[in-house]
């Protein structure tokens, strides 16, 4: 119970940090619910609002979507290294 | 016989759901964005407008006491008249500009319009802006957007019903022709992002430290000034920085250019 509102206010600062496009702080609080919480694609999710907000490329060009493409590689490689390192999830 | 539980094919499915799972929510944006390159953007800037709006707002001093805004707006009265005061000038020198390519038939009737800037992504990839008009306003995409004292910032690549984007001239990798220093040296600068730009010129061009950087138009609007020069003894060309006259980061409002 505890784990999933903890999960749910990470959520909301890091939709708060997109609007205010502080990514950073988005992108540290997302890496910290990859590691915490099983499949976490709030990290993708992320990318994808980011890129909605301030992108400004079509999807034919991946300048426009590089908050997707970062999230998608953290959730890859971080998840990889949470199966080497951990036991169990 | 006793077998040792393998956990490494648990694992291996777990990882493999995954995997498929992102390729699959992956393969779904990208086709949406294909069919519809609004939507994710539309929805989002929905969403987050009235946000922006507010915090926009507070900016602007609508939450200060009554006194403070009283005191607010007699600064900024004197401030406008002394600025009326060395507009004048400026003003008469701009009204015999434009009769003058009047006469000559190349007055620009460009109608502008005033945006507010809801956001501006510090330290971004995406060296953009996000105005406060849009379709609804008569925007369309590849309007030019100025600063104050008509710089020329960007161009509107996205336009959603009430808010519209802007991609900065100084977005990592844009080029585009400028005129540098006195003489006018002809050279393409390259954004760099936060409003900073390069270009290299010949080491002998003998452009300095504050000298003017404009667009090859009619208009002759200024660009940016040249902030810094890198040169090396042992290389034919010199870096030249520039950087646009106003900061990108205290943006508030820009001028867009109707169609």
Redesign the interface.
Known sequence: MMKSIFRILIDIAIFICL??????FALLLAIIGLWNFG?Y?EI?LAG??Y?????????TDI?GS?G?VVG?IF??IL??IK?LVR??? | MTYIQSRNSRGGNSFRYTTLSVFLIVVAVIGIRFLLPNFFSGFMTAIARPFWRTEFSIYSGQLMSAEALLNSKEDLMRRLDEANMRGATAFALAIENTELKSMLGRASSTPIILAAVLSKPPLAPYDSLVLDIGSENGIVAGSMVYGMGNVPLGKITDVLAHSSKVLLFSSPGQRFDVLVGKTHIQAIALGKGGGQYVVELPRDSKVMEGDTVAIPSLKSNLYGIVSSIVSDPSQPFEKVLFAVPLNIFELRWVYVEKP
């Open positions: 609007v205010h496009a502080w990514w950073y499949l694609i993708i994808l609002i890129d909605a907000l301030y992108g400004t490329m079509k999807v300048m590089i997707l998608v959730f890859v998840t990889f199966k036991i169990r999830e």
